[in-house]
């Protein structure tokens, strides 16, 4: 009988895999970096427990485009400064994915706010767009021009906070309990380059980011860099405490229609 591939792999094959998987080269991405500061109240507001707000309610957002052999990439972040215990970093509210199998891998893996969405990353001389968009809503977009080269940064050791978690099948709670993640990167820059613009965020049901308004632009950068990933579990955490926040990681359950709704733009 020939092979029934649904079937269970072998051994040699699962260890092939898991092989490849930890000796991957190094992928470059050209990425958009916009930081600012927000109100304190809703940094303060979009954080589970045991996250807790930094001294400064930063926003970051990242808007790439990564370099697959084949299969390139448009990826995204919009995450704020968070802290757990001792330990600073940043805590993802939504990371748009222009292909599912970035998608699956990170919600299912790290436990990732992933979403299929538009990413987009333009250059026209000094000039630079890039943006991210869901259900035909641009909601965010940075703009401007670049104005210099800025000194290569060190290699640094970056972590991202994120929460996995099983929702339940009767759509009450979960069906395991959920957990913390700490994501660690460590990121190398091949270059880097001043911008001078401006972040415009736009209302979306889906992703209301506009309710962390930019009151103190701190920068904005374009550059190419590249970085590992590895991730670990730190701590169980409160079902009851997380299952407010749930509705982050997903769009309403309630909107029956993937468009944008009637008179957005």
């Given amino acids: 009988m020939a092979r029934v591939r649904y079937g269970a792999l072998g051994e040699a094959e699962i260890v092939a895999a898991r092989t490849a998987s930890s000796h991957l080269p190094d992928i ?6 916009a930081l600012w500061e927000t109100d304190p109240d809703a940094v303060a507001a979009v954080l589970p427990p045991p996250l807790k707000p930094t001294g400064r309610p930063l926003v970051r957002v990242n808007v790439s485009t990564v370099d697959l052999p084949g299969y390139p990439l448009g990826a995204g972040s919009f995450a704020v400064a968070a802290a757990h215990g001792d330990v ?6 939504v990371m748009p994915m222009t292909h599912e199998r970035a998608l699956t891998g990170g919600r299912e893996v790290f436990g990732e706010p992933k979403k299929l969405g538009e990413v ?30 800025l000194p290569l940064p060190e290699p ?8 996995k978690f ?24 091949r270059r880097l380059e001043r911008v001078t613009g ?36 730190v701590e169980r955490v409160d079902p009851q405490s997380l299952l407010p926040y749930v509705h982050q990681r997903y769009d309403d359950p ?12």
């Fill in 254 to 265: 309630r909107q029956i229609h993937d468009g944008p709704p009637e008179g957005s733009a």
């Fill in 166 to 189: 099983l929702p339940a099948v009767d759509g009450s709670g979960f069906d395991a309990g959920p957990v913390l993640v700490h994501c660690v990167r460590h990121e190398k820059v």
């Fill in 156 to 163: 640094t050791r970056k972590t991202d906070f994120y929460f």
């Fill in 198 to 233: 401006e972040v415009v965020l736009r209302e979306s049901v889906y992703d209301p980011v506009a309710d962390l308004p930019v009151r103190r632009l701190l920068g904005i950068t374009v550059g190419e860099k590249t970085s590992d990933q590895r991730g670990r579990v």
């Fill in 28 to 33: 470059w991405s050209t990425g958009v970096v």
């Fill in 120 to 149: 987009t990353v333009e250059r026209d001389g000094s000039a630079v767009r890039a943006a991210l968009a869901r259900h035909g809503i641009v909601f965010v977009e940075v703009r401007g021009a670049v104005t210099g080269e």
């Fill in 88 to 93: 600073d970093g940043w805590y993802p509210l």
